[in-house]
């Protein structure tokens, strides 16, 4: 990581590591719905070259 002045490196890996948990966390959530998107997808495709 890149060193600023004035930032703590304890803090930033803290909040590194936060984030990516929140982020990991929102994927985990959306996984579900990857098959309902595919099915969206794929009917308004079929629709365009019938």
Sequence with gaps: ???????NSAMSW???VFCTGVVA???WFAIPMFP???TF???????LFP
């Design 14 to 16: 803290i909040a590194a």
């Design 36 to 38: 309902t998107l595919e």
């Design 1 to 7: 990581m890149a060193r600023i002045g004035g930032r």
């Design 41 to 47: 997808i794929g009917d308004g495709l079929r629709s």
């Design 25 to 27: 966390a929102l994927i």
